[in-house]
Every structure is written in C-alpha cells, then in structure tokens.
C-alpha cells in the first residue's frame, strides 16, 4: 500500500520553504510525530546537517520532528524503521549515487512499498520515477546507474519550465530535450510545474496543486491534463 | 600541436547556421578542403544524415566538403586519416556514449593530438573538457564513463547563461549549479556565452568572440574575463 506525495518543488516564489504545501502535508502525515529526511542531494553544496535543519524548521510549523538519514549509524536500520521519509531537493546525481553507496536504493523502496508514507520535492520526487534521465540536474557526479525507485510507472520532469517567449538563448527548451529523451526511451514524462505535485494512494495517481501538467508519452504530441486528472493509467 | 576552436554554440540568435563563425573557420581551416563531420549528438534526436545535411549547407558558405562520421565503414579509419574535424552539439550524453560505443574516442583524441585541425560546437566543445560533468543537457542515455577528451585542462559550460533578473522559476541558476559542481570537484569551468570560442594553438588557449567569459575556480569567487584573454595558465 503505498502513500506518496511526489512535488515539483521544495518552494515557490515568494513564499517560505515548503509552506505552499504544509497543509497538505499536514493531512498526509496525520498520526506521524516523526520524519527520517534523507539529506543527500544537498542544494548548492550545503551540509547534510545544514540541509536536515532547514527541513526541521519546514515541518516544525506543523509540529513534526525531523531527523537527517547521515545522524544514524546504520541507515539502512533507520530507512527499514521509518513510518515516514522526506527526500529533500538539490541535485539528483549526488542523491542516486548516494542511495547506491551508501547500500540504502533498496531498503527505501522496500520501506515504501511496506507502507511507509513516503514525501518527495524536486530530485527527491525524480527518484520517484522509473529513471532519472528526464532529470534537470548538472551531472557533477557520476552514479553507478540512472535506475531509479519506479514507485510510478513513468518518468517525472519537475521544475517543468514552459518555453520562454522572446528567449535569445539557443540552448534546448524542456520540450525539445524531453523530445530526444523519447528518442531513446519510451516511458511517458510528467512535466508538474512548480506548486503541483502528484498524490499516490495505492495505485491511484493524482494530479494536485492549482496548475495544469504536461504529458509527454512516446511518440504522440504533448498534451496537458488539469489539476486532479487521474494519471493512474499513464504507463 | 593542437589546433581548435571550441565554441559555446552553432547559432546565434537571429542568424544562420555557424554563419557568425564563418570568417573565422575559413582562416581555421584554410588549405581543408574536407571536413569529418560526427553527428552523434543528434539535436532534437533527428538522423545522422540529417544532421549532416545541416553541418554541409552551413560550411558550402565557405566552400568545404563535409562527410559525416556515420557514412563510413569504418570510423576509427576515417577519424585517424582526417585533417579536419567537426563535432555539432545536440545532447552530449548521447555524445559521449556513442564516442566510447563505436570505439572512438581514444582515436579521436590522438588524431587532434598528432594535429588533426578540430572545431566543436556547444556539446562537440564540451568533450574537449576534462569531463562532461558541466553539460546542461538532459541525461537521456547512460554514458559508460563522464571522461572527456581533455583537450584543455578545465571544463567548459557551453550556452552560458546569467540568472535571469525577474524570474520566479525556483531551479538552480548555472552558477549555483557550477557551484554544486565544485563540492566535488577541483578543475577551473569556462563559462563560455553563445558568440564566444575559445581558439587553442599549441598551448595557448585564447577567448574569442565579442562577449567576456566567466571563470569559476574551486574555492575561489567566480571572475569575468575580457576577449582576447589568455586562458593558457588556467588549470
């Protein structure tokens, strides 16, 4: 019985770290006093203890206890132990090939799958999907595989970023770098702009949030679906 | 002796195909009549011969032949015999993966070592990095190593971009990006904007184009640099 929240960002604009989502958090973790945050995408390069109190002052305003993964000598004691897991953002290469190193990949995906409530922002809901090859990262370290969690049945491009009218920048728009993706790989793509995020009860898969996402299956154009689409059938 | 031109794009805005390099490739590659074109990174995942097509009409302007990579039997032959190469960019994963999977990536780099003439462009520059771990492209396929060419002593970060003054997007800039990248890395990044290149002749690496260059250097605030600047003691 899984229990996920898999969202585009930790943050938007003009408003304080995670509290667009608090309420929705506050449902979700109902009857949970304590959170197992696993620190490792680190944004910007900050510490695992910079990271882990940054998500402690998050939850505390909805009364939650929060402990970084690193604060345990055995993680994958702490991971098979939780009953809740915050995965933080940052860079999702550093986040994978810390899973792997530090032999924690699987035990997460036992514990979610056993039922453990499992909340996810930016590189910790990319993790969410089958890979990481629709990721928006820097590759500043190289992991032993892109696999990731699969506890969706498709990929997750979060930050998704419309095409930016006027733009002079000749780099790639997300559109055309998911379009080669789909060259090599045939999974469908969310794209969940910032403030959406996708609710996962059992095998039920819900679109959440107040914007719109942008479905990219293999081999057809994009389309987009409107807050509380079911996605439960994309695969 | 090297010769190369690494430059941060193909096309600049509102302008042809490499047309505001083309003065500058017809003194390059004065006496060349043909050029190797490798078409591997496929931009916006089109054909081989498609995107040889696109590298031929741009270079008839300054009256080259072009042979793409993927016409000959045997592209370790065809690479060691030839006295020009061109690498376009596209998605340098696929790139760098299709470099080691054809077996040409050690002949590649001994043919621009014993002189071969070199020109690359946005991905085709980035492989003359030490890695590619500053690329900005999407990890659509899972490359056997992050090595590169290390035709210069640094990496390189084509398309460079500021942040956007005004934005509301919450994804890293490039800076804080690079900045991630120096967590776990020592080599110096040339931030290298869209009409800048960087020409090497033997040992001296200097910046060209109209734009100046940002440096970031591991421990240190990062710097612009004006064109013309010698780059050579950089490492």
């Given amino acids: 019985m899984k229990h996920l929240i898999l969202a585009s ?14 309420p929705e958090l506050d449902v979700f973790f109902n009857g949970i006093e304590d959170i197992l945050f696993i620190p490792y995408a680190r944004p910007g390069g900050i510490t695992h203890q910079a990271y882990t109190e940054i998500a ?16 345990y000598d055995d993680p994958i004691e702490a991971i098979t132990n939780a009953k ?20 924690v990949f699987e035990p997460l995906k036992a ?8 909340f996810g922002t930016s590189a910790g809901s990319n993790i969410g999907g089958l890979t990481m090859n629709t990721t928006n990262d820097m590759p500043i370290v190289y992991p032993p595989s892109f696999k990731t969690l699969g506890l969706v049945p498709f990929n997750i491009n979060p930050h998704y970023l419309d095409p930016l009218p006027n733009s002079k920048h000749m780099g790639e728009t997300r559109e055309t770098r998911i379009k080669e993706f789909h060259q090599f790989n045939t999974q469908p793509v969310v794209g969940l702009r910032e403030g959406s995020w996708l609710e996962i009860t059992s095998e039920t898969i819900t679109l959440r949030g107040h914007l719109q996402a942008r479905i990219f299956e293999c081999g057809t154009p994009p389309y987009e679906v409107d807050t509380n689409a079911d996605l439960s059938d994309l695969k």
């Fill in 111 to 118: 514990s979610i799958l056993r039922g453990a409530k499992y």
């Fill in 56 to 71: 402690q002052a998050g939850f505390k305003n909805i009364n939650k206890t929060v402990t970084g993964l690193h604060q």
């Fill in 9 to 22: 960002t930790s943050t938007i604009h003009g408003s304080g770290y995670l509290e667009y989502i608090l």
């Fill in 84 to 103: 809740a897991i915050f995965t933080g953002g940052g860079n999702t290469f550093l986040l994978v090939q810390q899973l792997y190193k530090n032999h």
